[in-house]
């Protein structure tokens, strides 16, 4: 790819992103199924005029979506099936969620982010991101949804990674409809389970619970992170959490788990770890996520050395850090009260 080559795709990402949120949202990856199908019958059954509906199926697959089987004729190539939903591996929420005005809107203002370092959310929104949410039941779903899809991969990863054998209870911190905490229950069936989020990031966990078989073996908790977390766990787990904020918030959270940690427990981080340095080799996701917590939350990325020090702020060590390859770029990151 030349320079000016890389530099186009990169700008018409976003448009990229709105054709995969219109394949969603016209339910293509549906309507084709199993056949190739013409894109008029599609257009039919979506209810859509069908020159239209052939320009989005190309472009679908010049993106690697769909692939275009003679003239008008489309069919499903691999990467477009995570775009059927009721499958494990389906991404439709995630797609919806990360497309949607509530996380686009204030990438539009990342510029003023970087100027004066402030959550540009707060600023478009007039409230913080989880607040917007808590206000509105339909799109907290979808957020739900979308991160118990985005977090699929790693419970399925997760039970081989690390031993749970060793613990009684585990507490999933902020653990959103229980997909993480679901993993390991099944996977480890000694062990008892607290999935402790908002009562809004719980609204789908009581649903999710039962169709794992799971509503004896794990309980839910709704509170506020900042206040406290539930006691009588030897493990305290938490995924994607303290990405969302900033440090002094962070370490509150993990204040919280060190003050609820038996003689022998442990903190468990899920989160992606930064190098200190850039690697050319890197797909350079991470550090969109960094700026998606600037825009959107005032949270960020972390390096090692950064996991470190919010641990120690927190009278915890961090012992070991574990990449998960089978979920990247996320890592487990350790910790022993000191
Ligand atoms: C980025 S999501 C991660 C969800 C889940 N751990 C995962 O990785 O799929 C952040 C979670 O933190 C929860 N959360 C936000 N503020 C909270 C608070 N003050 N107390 C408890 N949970 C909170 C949200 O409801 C949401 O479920």
Known sequence: MTD??????LVFGGMAAQTVRAAVRLRIVELIGDTPRPAADVAADAGAEPRPMTRLLRALAGLGLLRE?????????????????????????????????AIIRAWEHLDDSVRTGDVAFDTVFGTDFFSH??????LSGEFNAAMSQATAETAAALPHAFDFGRF????????????LLAGVLVAFPGLTGVVHDTSEGLAQAPENLRRHGLTE???????????????GSDLYLMKSILHDWPDDRAVRILRHCRAALPPG??????????PEIVRADDDGSTYLSDLNMLVNVGGRERTRKDFEALCEAAGLSLTSVTPLPEAEPFSLLEAVAR
């Open 4 to 9: 000016r080559e890389l530099l186009v795709r």
């Open 69 to 101: 089987h003679g003239f008008g004729t489309f069919a499903v190539a691999p990467a477009g099936l995570l775009l059927a939903p009721g499958r494990p591996d389906s991404l439709t929420s995630f797609v919806r969620m990360f497309t949607e005005p």
């Open 133 to 138: 949410l808590a206000r509105q039941p339909e």
């Open 168 to 179: 009684g209870s585990v507490t999933d911190v902020g653990g959103g409809d229980g997909t």
């Open 217 to 231: 073996r794990c309980s839910l908790v709704a509170g506020d992170f900042f206040r406290s977390v539930p006691e």
């Open 265 to 274: 427990g442990r903190v468990l981080i899920l989160e992606p770890v930064m």
